[in-house]
């Protein structure tokens, strides 16, 4: 079994900030991939954040030079610092990663619970 488990979110205002964390457990061998996905009221699901297990990262353009992604393998957790939040930064934010299991071939995706994010203005 895999759980990964979000926490951080929150109501902040215009301007402000907040930090999400992530923490997998369970028979993990190894992690690939880990991002951040959020979904709005009434839109699709969308990426914003990525980092590879060697820490290259990538944004999606409507968080560049406002949320940093980052990631600390020892303790198998995800990180979105997210700086100058917007109100349509609003939305429930997923972490997801690509997960190789003890004992399992192959690479597989796993997804948290979400937490939400308000951004009032």
């Known amino acids: 079994q895999v759980q990964l488990v979000e926490s951080g979110g929150g109501l902040v205002e215009a301007g402000g900030s907040l930090r999400l964390s992530c923490a997998a457990s369970?028979?993990?061998?190894?992690?690939?991939?880990m991002g951040w996905h959020r979904q709005a009221p009434g839109k699709q699901r969308e990426l914003v954040a990525v980092?590879?297990?060697?820490?290259?990262?990538h944004y999606a353009d409507s968080v560049k030079g406002r949320f940093t992604i980052s990631r600390d393998n020892a303790k198998n957790t995800v990180y979105l610092q997210m700086n100058s939040l917007k109100p349509e930064d609003t939305a429930v934010y997923y972490c997801?990663?690509?997960?190789?299991?003890?004992?399992?071939?192959?690479?597989?995706?796993?997804w948290g619970q979400g937490t939400q994010v308000t951004v009032s203005s």
């Open positions: 980092i590879s297990s060697r820490g290259s990262t």
């Open positions: 997801n990663a690509d997960i190789v299991r003890v004992g399992v071939p192959g690479a597989h995706n796993y």
């Open positions: 369970g028979s993990l061998f190894s992690i690939n991939d």
